[in-house]
């Protein structure tokens, strides 16, 4: 930690970097360990880190850096509790030449929203994380690689089962007959 | 450009992260197949709806206050901590606020310590219980038996496979071939588990294939079976190694082979 900031300097430069991105480290760790009240306290621990270990941030994306705190405080969190996340199979099968319509009418009639989270929530974490930053968070995939530390390829890969996933379970809801 | 490699690669067109030369080639499939022009409207479709949900968590109001304070307690605690060094022989009831704060300073120093820790080497022996590693390695396998996913490098010459992952990894993986009992190497591959590249060997005994998944780690462990959805899982180190066998080979089969493997070593 050479060149640690002065106490003050470093509080406001903390303020201008990293406080304003409060409301995506909620929403990502909102979604990552799936209730409100764990998400809080993951929140102000990664805050704490983020404080602590801020002299090691040198202009990287601050929202990247912070992002990063707070996936690996979540994930450590994960494995601490050891969540069993949900299997990381998705039965898939690409050659098969059957795609289903998505309805979205239909689906407007059902409470798309509910349906959307609680699909969302279903999906395993680093596909979730995925389509989290990327869609809700608006990311380029260079960022999303930068905070779940894997390489671009692999963030398309991940989008692409992720949404294809979503896209089966939407096409199996039940349409109305009229 | 085929279906299969257009219905992810639709997924960078979407998010408009295709190179030039593959959006032209994207938009040709897209253009002569019907099959895949649905496949792209319908995620059209889903981007639409994931859009117009309202998905996203709203932080809390106090979370913000909470965290000013919180932060502010650690400025506190980072100041006084310095001043209270000096300040040691002042007076005995000093020295017992001072070692409050020393203790703060104590485990705030702590937390970076593991947090450091944590970033430099991920995961590893802290939080990885063989469970999840095991998850990983079983999901991974099942990954790479998807059309395409199987092998980066197609080879059965293990001089060809094991420096193709030089420069790819920072670790070469020891590379071996066993036709000459029966299970023959068919291949590498780049795979991701416990957050860092590994190296993934791919060998075949009649029709199944067994994924060997290579990565440097200071544990070490004896080899331990497992089983999952009908797959098999042998674990075991070696020489500074992890090693994660799987395969939907019957167990008796797969240890024959772990033996091999460990034998060739």
């Known amino acids: ?178 | 450009m085929d279906c299969v490699e257009t219905q992810t690669m639709m997924h960078g067109y979407l998010d408009s992260e295709l190179d030039l030369v593959r959006v032209v080639e994207l938009e040709r499939h897209l253009e002569e197949c019907p099959h895949c022009q649905q496949a792209y409207s319908n995620q059209q479709a889903l981007r639409a709806m994931i859009r117009a949900a309202s998905l996203y968590h709203n932080a809390p109001d106090q979370l913000a206050n909470q965290i000013h304070v919180a932060q502010r307690q650690a400025e506190d605690q980072n100041s006084r901590v310095s001043s209270a060094v000096p300040a040691k022989r002042r007076t005995h009831r000093f020295w017992a606020r001072a070692w409050v704060f020393e203790l703060a300073g104590a485990s705030a120093c702590l937390a970076i310590l593991i947090f450091t820790v944590l970033r430099v080497v991920p995961w590893r022996g802290l939080a990885s219980s063989d469970d999840v590693i095991a998850q990983q390695v079983l999901a991974s396998h099942i990954r790479s038996l998807m059309p395409n996913h199987l092998t980066d490098v197609l080879s059965t010459d293990q001089h060809t496979v094991k420096p193709w992952f030089d420069g790819k990894l920072d670790y070469s993986p020891p590379v071996q071939d066993f036709a000459d009992h029966d299970f023959a190497l068919i291949g590498g591959r780049l795979d991701y588990l416990e957050d860092q590249s590994v190296a993934a060997l791919v060998y075949q005994r009649r029709k199944h294939f067994i994924n060997l998944f290579i990565w440097p780690s200071p544990d070490v462990a004896r080899p331990a079976n497992a089983a999952r959805k009908g797959y098999n899982m042998v674990h075991w180190t070696e020489g500074g190694m992890n090693y994660w066998a799987v395969s939907e080979l019957n167990a008796t089969e797969l240890d024959e082979i772990v033996q091999r493997i460990r034998g060739a070593r």
């Open chain 1, 1 to 178: 930690m050479a060149n640690a900031l002065a106490e003050p300097a470093k509080t406001a430069l903390f303020k201008a970097e990293i406080v304003p991105h409060l409301r995506a480290a909620y929403n990502l760790a909102r979604w990552l360990v799936h209730n409100p009240d764990d998400a809080e306290d993951m929140v102000q621990e990664s805050y704490l880190r983020a404080y602590k270990y801020f002299d090691g941030f040198r202009g990287m994306n601050s929202l990247a850096w912070l992002l990063i705190i707070v996936r690996t405080t979540c994930y450590t969190w994960l494995h601490r509790n050891r969540f069993q996340e949900a299997s990381t199979v998705f039965d898939e099968d690409l050659q098969s030449r059957v795609i289903e319509m998505i309805n979205p009418e239909t689906l407007m009639l059902k409470g798309a929203d509910d349906m959307l989270r609680q699909l969302l929530e279903e999906l395993p974490v680093e596909f979730r994380e995925a389509l989290v930053l990327r869609e809700l968070e608006g990311m380029s995939y260079k960022q999303i690689a930068e905070v779940a530390g894997i390489p671009l390829g692999t963030v398309m890969s991940r989008l692409a089962q992720a949404r294809r996933h979503l896209q089966r379970r939407l096409s199996n809801v039940p349409t109305k007959e009229y």
